[in-house]
């Protein structure tokens, strides 16, 4: 087993993966609190709390402070908001692992909010939102999961919107802050660590209370498919396409199917939209696809960056990719590839202490259990032509395609049109 799991007395959990060839630890701390938990007057607020969470604390009253201790020993400070949760790590030599969560839990614990830096900080998400929505690339997905999504927080874009941001006051930051309870908390260490490590967490976090705040909205498991086409018009050379369909929540059964259907359809250069995007027609540079499950919905879609004078061949081609995976089985040939090089790219991701923690972390936040490497790879294993087809009639046959699109256009009937005969 990778994973060892313990429960603090207030519903913490402290989940470690030691790892005795590393000179290293990292160290997390993961809440179930991301940016669906926002309300509409307050969209942006999980991100922008990240950010503040770095301004100081009762102790360490400033960023420098903070940042000047982290690094005194060499390591590096850093944290990510997603839709369903955020994380705070610190990664350093295994001798300072002590510090790493001194500090961690400190900024979690005792932030300052304070209100001029509040002000401040503000022009610096502003700006973060600028350049994000400068690449359109980074964003096109976004875009897409409105449509998948629409009507529910999880359609909202993480960083929120410029009116909500700057709106924000210390209250509302200590109102979200609800969220950041040790009973929605999971710490992680991975690397080289000691016996005593749980003991020293129990004590730096084991006495704070934890109150369960009310949950958000769920979305019904089988959504009804909305708008078919997403599209913000914009002057650029390039087009930037992301299409696929609604399917199934994160702890679904069929969950390693998505996974290899999505490699069937963009995971390396032998892949299917590799070889007929881009290889044997040159409409696109760069093309992906993924599978993406949040607690309760999910999507699978394809996302490249492809000529605005070839849009509709592009847009057609990807299409009929996504259909054939319902129409026409998959050889045994191509299973197995798809599968080998999925078990491969996860096995190569989780070499590193960081990656190693992150990977068990979401699941245990997420699911309220820990996944085992192990286990993922015998669940691409069981994974059968069968199976593909079935999962494909039934999320891209039954519930159709859906696109977002980022381009000089402004008439979303063309692509609707190119969706439903690609």
């Known amino acids: 087993m990778v994973f060892e799991r313990h429960v603090l007395p207030n519903g913490a959990r402290v989940l470690t993966a030691p790892m005795r060839h590393a000179q290293s630890v990292a160290c997390f701390v993961m809440f179930a609190a991301g940016s669906r938990y926002e309300t509409p007057q307050t969209r942006g ?30 390591g590096v400070l ?15 030599a295994a001798e300072f692992l002590d510090t790493a969560l001194d500090v ?6 005792h932030p300052r909010l304070n209100a001029e830096e509040i002000e401040r900080e503000k022009g610096v998400i502003f700006e973060e939102m600028n350049a994000h929505n400068d690449t359109p ?38 109102d979200y802050m609800r969220w950041y309870q040790p009973g929605r908390m999971v710490l992680g260490v991975a690397g080289q660590i000691d016996d005593g490590l ?41 087009a930037h396409i992301c299409i ?3 399917t199934y929540p994160l702890g679904h059964p069929d969950r390693y199917v998505l996974q290899t259907m999505a490699t069937l359809l963009g995971g390396g250069m032998s892949s299917r939209l590799f070889q007929e995007v881009r290889e044997r027609r040159g409409l696109a540079y760069s093309l992906s696809a993924l599978s993406h499950g949040h607690t309760d919905g999910g999507s699978l879609w394809a996302q490249a960056g492809v000529d605005i004078r070839r849009i509709d061949d592009a847009v057609a081609t990807v299409a009929h990719e996504f259909k054939r995976l319902a129409d026409e089985p998959v050889s045994p040939e191509e299973l197995d590839t798809a599968r080998n090089f999925t078990k491969g790219r996860s096995v190569l991701q989780l070499e590193t202490p960081q990656a190693m923690i992150n990977f068990g972390l979401r699941r245990e936040v997420l699911e309220g ?13 069981a994974v059968t032509g069968e199976d593909v087809q079935r999962v494909a009639q039934d999320t891209i046959g039954r519930r159709g395609l859906q696109m977002s699109v980022i ?10 049109r190119l969706l439903e005969h690609g």
Request: charged share 30%; glycine share 8%.
């Open 369 to 381: 259990h820990v996944a085992e490497p192990s286990d993922i790879l015998a669940g691409l294993d």
């Open 407 to 416: 381009g000089p256009f402004d008439d979303p009937s063309r692509f609707e």
């Open 137 to 174: 690339r980074d964003y096109v997905d976004e875009l897409f999961e409105e449509l998948v999504y629409e009507g529910h927080p999880l359609a909202w874009r993480i960083k929120g919107v410029k009116d909500t941001v700057g709106a924000a006051t210390r209250e509302t930051f200590v």
């Open 78 to 92: 850093n944290a990510a908001t997603s839709k369903e949760y955020t994380y705070y790590y610190v990664r350093c």
């Open 198 to 238: 749980v003991p020293r967490v129990g004590a730096l976090v084991g006495d704070r209370a934890s109150e369960e705040p009310a949950g958000p909205a769920t979305v019904p498991p089988v959504l009804e498919r909305g708008r078919c086409v997403n599209l913000e018009t914009k002057d650029s050379d390039q």
């Open 104 to 109: 961690l839990l400190d900024m979690l614990w």
């Open 244 to 246: 696929g369909a609604s």
């Open 45 to 74: 607020i999980a991100h922008f709390l990240e950010h503040m969470l770095f301004k100081g604390t009762e102790r360490r009253p400033t960023t420098r402070a903070l940042t000047r201790e982290i690094d005194s020993i060499g």
